[in-house]
């Protein structure tokens, strides 16, 4: 069965601070990685996505894929309480499609 | 990015009542659409995968009789929740596929049923 894990948190960092969101998945065939981001009580919206190992930057988010050790993270610079939201890993499998397994979420408090 | 709206925003039914919920992808064409259900403090749960003008294939213990999928349209689809019981109360987000991978959402549909 496939499987992404999160740290649920709360992950509580300072304003100012770089947030740093970890995720592990179980299939070693997949290709496609997603980072979204959820506010309570509203859908996804999708932050990023990275497909080949490395760093992917897009202002203040940088994305690490990393397909040897199965991880991908997200790094948030000069955090602002508006970041505040749960962050929900998603990845693709092998065969594209567009099927998404999602993990649970890790949940980032911007404290001022 | 890609906008997908849904409607209604959240509706609230009776018991043994239907409710359908349209998904739209307003400004792509989403060959492939995707249906969640979200309970509180978890995370998305796909129900079913739609490709336009084919039948909905659904995930392991979702009701196919109970959850009505339909894809009419490469910018259209609806789940209709048929005899809506409190269990089924929940947020529910449809996901318009483009390209490879790359899903977006739409804004979800509340639904309590009481």
């Known amino acids: 069965q496939k499987e992404v894990e999160q740290n649920s948190g709360p992950l509580s960092v300072p304003e100012g601070a770089i947030a740093s969101l970890n995720c592990t998945y179980s299939?070693?065939?997949?290709?496609?990685f997603f980072w979204y981001r959820q506010y309570s009580g509203k859908s996804p919206e999708l932050i990023m996505f990275?497909?080949?190992?490395g760093d992917k930057e897009d202002g203040r988010f940088t994305a690490q894929l990393n397909k040897a050790s199965q991880y991908v993270s997200l790094l948030i610079r000069d955090s602002q309480p508006s970041d505040s939201a749960t962050y929900l890993c998603a990845v693709g499998g092998a065969g594209g499609g567009n099927k998404l397994t999602f993990g649970t979420g890790t949940q980032l408090k911007v404290e001022l | 990015g890609a906008v997908v709206s849904q409607h209604p925003s959240w509706v609230i039914c009776k018991s043994g009542t239907s409710v359908k919920i349209e998904c739209r992808s307003l400004d792509f064409q989403a060959t492939t659409m995707f249906w969640y259900r979200q309970f509180p403090k978890q995370s998305l749960m796909l129900m079913a995968t739609?490709?336009?003008?084919?039948?909905?294939?659904?995930e392991q213990g979702v009701e196919k009789d109970k959850f009505l999928i339909n894809h009419a349209s490469l910018t259209l689809s609806t789940l209709t929740v048929t005899s809506a019981h409190p269990e089924d109360s929940s947020f529910y987000i449809c996901?318009?596929?483009?390209?490879?991978?790359?899903?977006?959402f739409g804004p979800g549909t509340r639904l309590t049923v009481l």
């Open positions: 996901g318009g596929g483009l390209g490879t991978d790359t899903q977006y």
């Open positions: 299939d070693r065939g997949s290709q496609s």
């Open positions: 739609s490709n336009e003008g084919s039948k909905a294939t659904y």
């Open positions: 990275i497909y080949s190992n």
